[in-house]
């Protein structure tokens, strides 16, 4: 699962539907993979307006990346800056979450990651 996936999934609980703690979820016992993958810049500045910033840099601080600056990086910025460009590239597409957990900040629920994927299948006293 990649590190740009993460910042789209929010805990599936039907009492958390309304809390702002269940977005996003947090990585636990992350085991990640690099894949090597061409950086395709105007997808990356395209992409980037639908990013949730905040969330995205609470992801790669918990991954153990370094500080996202607090505002994104504006198009001419990407555009202008490659050794950024290419930070957000191995960032988003090219880091993987191999195995592991993503935990709800509300309700606590673990959902496992295995082989790259992420199981959302809940128990029925949670659905």
């Known amino acids: 699962m990649k590190v740009l996936s993460l910042n789209f999934l929010t805990c599936a609980?039907?009492?958390?539907?309304?809390s702002s703690a269940s977005y996003p979820l947090h990585p636990k016992d992350a085991e990640l993979v690099q894949d090597d993958i061409e950086v395709n810049p105007e997808m990356l500045i395209n992409v980037l307006p639908r990013l949730d910033w905040a969330a995205l840099r609470t992801t790669a601080s918990e991954l153990g990346f370094p500080q996202l600056p607090e505002q994104p990086p504006s198009a001419d910025d990407l555009r202008g800056d490659e050794a950024t460009?290419?930070?957000?590239h191995h960032l988003l597409l090219e880091t993987q979450m191999a195995e592991g957990k993503?935990?709800?900040g509300n309700c606590g629920h673990e959902y496992a990651v295995k082989e790259g994927i992420a199981n959302f299948l809940l128990p029925s006293h949670l659905v």
């Open 102 to 104: 993503l935990v709800c």
């Open 85 to 88: 460009l290419k930070d957000l």
């Open 13 to 18: 609980v039907k009492a958390c539907k309304s």
